[in-house]
T-cell receptor
Framework: AQSVTQPDIHITVSEGASLELRCNYS??????LFWYVQSPGQGLQLLLK??????LVQGIKGFEAEFKRSQSSFNLRKPSVHWSDAAEYFC?????????????FGTGTRLKVLA | DAGVTQSPTHLIKTRGQQVTLRCSPK?????VSWYQQALGQGPQFIFQ???????QRGNFPDRFSGHQFPNYSSELNVNALLLGDSALYLC?????????FGPGTRLTVL
């Protein structure tokens, strides 16, 4: 079945430390890939997206993600985490690659940042 | 330019009641999708409207229905509310290959 997996439900890092959030998908072809962030009580904000081309994608707030076709992964990274990055992060795919907007989301990873 | 807006922000209903949630799209966006986000879960696709027609639907019962108006705004209606319908309901509007999400409506069913 088509699915998006975020294996880490919670992650805690110290401020200034590096961060990697994992995302794996199971689809036949390469879907459109997205990372969103959600602060408590808020909607979703797009961090970055991958459609095709360069497999390392730069986003907002210093985030980047790398698409690895062989591993069906799209992991999110940040070199140095700030306290304001504490939030929930969702990986999402549009499996049709035709811009249908019918996104499939992972269950999210909640990030806690220690001062 | 206002982003995607939703109303109301919060709503409390009792089982069996009906509810209507509203969404105004980002300027120029003609496609509106609705998602349900239960506590501790990722958003799940309910359905999508384009040119005032339901274009796609997720795995939700017929109690969930919607409408899109000529100005592209949209409503989500849920009939015969169940406790399990308690969730954050997100509206998303799209242009090109990207969707922009509204802040959501928090529905609590008692």
């Amino acid at each position: 079945a088509q699915s998006v997996t975020q294996p880490d439900i919670h992650i805690t890092v110290s401020e200034g430390a590096s961060l990697e959030l994992r995302c794996n998908y199971s689809y036949g072809a390469t879907p459109y890939l997205f990372w969103y962030v959600q602060s408590p009580g808020q909607g979703l904000q797009l961090l970055l997206k991958y459609f095709s081309g360069d497999t390392l994608v730069q986003g907002i707030k210093g985030f980047e993600a790398e698409f690895k076709r062989s591993q069906s992964s799209f992991n999110l990274r940040k070199p140095s985490v700030h306290w304001s990055d504490a939030a929930e992060y969702f990986c999402a795919v549009d499996p049709t690659t035709s811009g249908t907007y019918k996104y499939i989301f992972g269950t999210g990873t909640r990030l806690k940042v220690l001062a | 330019d206002a982003g995607v807006t939703q109303s109301p922000t919060h709503l409390i209903k009792t089982r069996g009641q009906q509810v209507t949630l509203r969404c105004s799209p980002k300027s120029g966006h003609d496609t509106v999708s609705w998602y349900q986000q239960a506590l501790g879960q990722g958003p799940q696709f309910i359905f999508q409207y384009y040119e005032e027609e339901e274009r796609q639907r997720g795995n939700f019962p017929d109690r969930f229905s919607g409408h899109q108006f000529p100005n592209y705004s949209s409503e989500l209606n849920v009939n015969a509310l169940l406790l399990g319908d308690s969730a954050l309901y997100l509206c998303a509007t799209g242009l090109g290959n990207e969707q922009f999400f509204g802040p959501g409506t928090r529905l609590t069913v008692l």
